[in-house]
């Protein structure tokens, strides 16, 4: 889906860079037939930027089945008067279809695999998770029990395992995915995307295959601020060890976990940043947030987001859905023109 395209001009050839689009986990719930806030700032800014390209990741339950408790707030409990067998619950189907109706939106649902650790999350169980996404096709919603449009084209592999010894478990993962998609799963666009997040490099002699097999694969996932998170701030959730976000300190691997680009550079444009708690310090505000966001974008990279909170929380300022949607789109627009 990537390209770099070529432009001969009266016998000049420019080279545009690769569009750098938006990777956005939407973990929140979606709220009823309104839409909570969130969901709503992110159908505002899907709407307002036609030029950029949204991946939205839905994650109702740590995937997409009934595993919640009924008392945790009801997502897809079977018990629950809203239920849908292939859809969560209504508030599910009802904002999904929202997004869904957006030309420039692609869902994508999450599944998270352990870091190839087959003992902590089979191999089989996983598999249902795909085969379940799969099914989100049509279903009911708040709207006067109207059929709406809830399929999902793509799939955000979580805790992505690193090592040369995780690979057969991940072709067998991502070619399952990539079939059952193809015979069951509703992708009239022809869009399926799978992303993989380790969340850092993989290993040297893993990444080209980890690369092979998916569309697009997480580097870098790291926090902005370089102050741990307070763990009564119910936003923060960089809590533990980890390099604050700096695109001048992205750097090609070379064996290097932390660089958080490729080791093969021609791979930057399927790589994926994510900085979460875009909060002081250092300075977090429009200035700076641009700056990065800029530099972001020079990198090459496939998709990146930005969130001043965490994954559920996306109109915290300065980095709200809203405002990183339209510094990505005009980010692109300086580094490519147009
Ligand atoms: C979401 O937007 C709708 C109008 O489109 C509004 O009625 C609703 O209150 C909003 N939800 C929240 C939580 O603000
Ligand atoms: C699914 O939901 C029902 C009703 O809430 C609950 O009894 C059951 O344990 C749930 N199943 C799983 C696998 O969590
Ligand atoms: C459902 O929505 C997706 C995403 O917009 C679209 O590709 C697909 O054609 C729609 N399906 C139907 C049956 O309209
Ligand atoms: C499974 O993995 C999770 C997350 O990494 C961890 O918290 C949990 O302790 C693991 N469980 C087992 C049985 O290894
Ligand atoms: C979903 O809705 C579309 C459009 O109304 C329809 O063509 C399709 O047959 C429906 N699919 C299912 C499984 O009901
Ligand atoms: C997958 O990689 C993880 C480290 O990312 C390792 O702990 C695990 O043993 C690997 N699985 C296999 C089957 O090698
Ligand atoms: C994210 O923030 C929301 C809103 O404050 C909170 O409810 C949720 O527990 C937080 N999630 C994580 C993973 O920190
Ligand atoms: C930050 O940028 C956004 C988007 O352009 C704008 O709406 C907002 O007013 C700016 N905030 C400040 C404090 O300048």
Redesign the pocket.
Known sequence: MKSNIILALTGLATTVMARTEIMLPLYAAPGGIFGSAEWNATIDAIRANPDMHFYVVINPNNGPK???S?GNGGSC???GPDYIEHGCNKDYSTNLARINALPNAQTVGYIYTRYGDQNNRSIDSIKEDIAEWALWDNATTWNFNEIANISIHGLWFDETGTTIGNRSEYEELTSYARDVFATTGPSPRNQFSIIMNPGSNPQTDYEPFLFAMADAVVTRETCWTSVPSDPSDPYGDCLGDYTPYDYREMYQGLGNRTAGLPDDPALNSKAVVIVHQVVDPPEANNQTLYEQILGTVRLGVHSAWFTSGNWSQETRLPASVGVVSEFFSRANREVNGG
């Open positions: 009934n595993t919640s009924p409990n079977l018990a």
